[in-house]
């Protein structure tokens, strides 16, 4: 290690991690590239286009301002009180003029994207737009396809070509959450589904909710698999289409699918919906308390986001940024008594001892009867070829990423708790007093106070922080300390 030093990459990492990120507020540079933003309540009321558009018409527009003050992770109808304009909420049967007035209003927020979802949330709204000809629309159910399954790049973005099979992932896997947990989706039919004779002669129509019943995988029109669900209609307000002047009953039959039994993949709920309808009330409601929104909501007051919650959420990045880098190699997780190897790869102590624990250090050779000299057993690093038995036989903690790794936990601890208890009162505390950590400290992450590791010189260590004193004695007890002495053969 004296002859041949390596530098440990991962450390090095961090403390640049760490530098650029302080120095982020005292430095200004004059080619640093700015974000243009607005702010809802400056947007006008119809999309338009800046002096950056590139294309003619809405190839290129900007949304207008979105008039109802809902999430854009909102699941179900969006009732009166989220539309201070109006004050009637999104209707079954309204119609816009093309996707962005859509957005305007709530209804399905992306632009060209036909299903609004989280993979891991749920999905909120679908547009029945015709992009796939396995699509099957019945009115008050219909079969529809998921995204994917198409080379869409360079020149063939617009390709309507199926070249690979679909998956259950991202918008695929958010329609599925929304069939296991009884969401209501939304759903928008759009003239451009010509085979549908419920589409809408121009633009988009808001149908209502829909409940995705059963989903699965079949093979598709142009040989590939797809990703089909049964959406059944299960609203309080009647179709477009229809005369009647109440919305839909309780299901109790879904409709006949042939392609269900060749599927593979099937998926159906097993618990009751969150969506469903209620025998008492006569109509269908939340029995379930709907998903919390992980997205803000822009209401137009102009206060913006408090600069304290800019804080925080800074601090907690910059931190979780900082673990990553700390990570170990065998099990990619943060780092539990770091053992940084002569090749300067770093892993937990217990991985690396777990790696080679069958092994043994030498071996004893025999030919014939007669004893030869013992061999050095060769132990490979898991990241490279490097032979790090002399290594492994009197390993030793790197006692400074160590006292870096506690300090940097236990900073994310009491942020953590911090924000939990600001949450439980917001009024106890000030906005301006209650932050006390500023972007320059969060990237610091008090380095000199809990480990006295100088982001300048990573190498100078001085007294070590309380809460590794267990760890020092054990590693004095085990003598590791010392220097380290190779066994001569």
Known sequence: MAMQPRINYQLAAAIRLGKTARSKRYSVDSSTKVYNSMRNQDRPDTAFTTHRAKKTGKANACSGRIFVTVSADHFGPIPPENDPIRNRGVLVGDAWHDRMDCRQWGAHFPHVAGIAGQGSYGAQSVVLSGGYEDDEDHGDWFLYTGSGGRDLSGNKRTSKVQSFDQQFETFNE?????CLKGYPVRVIRSHKERRSSYAPQSG??????YRIEKCWRKVGIQGFKVCRYLFVRCDNEPAPWTSDECGDGPCELLPMVDEVEDATDITERRDKPSWD????????????PPPESRKPIDIGSGEGTSSRGKRKAKKASVQKKLLKEFGCQLCRKVLSFPLTTPCAHNFCKACLELAFKDQSFIRNRASGGRSLRVQKTVMKCPSCSSNIADFLQNPQVNRE???????LQRQTEEANSEELNDN??????DDDDASDVSLDDASD????????????DATEVSKPSDSIDKVLEELKDNDL?????????
């Open 481 to 489: 300390n010392q220097q380290y002495k190779r066994r001569k053969e």
């Open 174 to 178: 958010a329609l599925r959450v929304s």
């Open 277 to 288: 309808y209620d025998e008492v009330q006569n109509c269908w409601l939340w029995k379930k």
């Open 445 to 456: 992450v008090s380095l000199d106070d809990a480990s006295d590791v100088s982001l300048d």
């Open 424 to 429: 439980n009162d917001e009024n106890l505390v």
């Open 401 to 407: 990423m160590l006292a870096v790794i506690e300090s």
């Open 204 to 209: 988009l129509r808001y149908d209502g909710v």
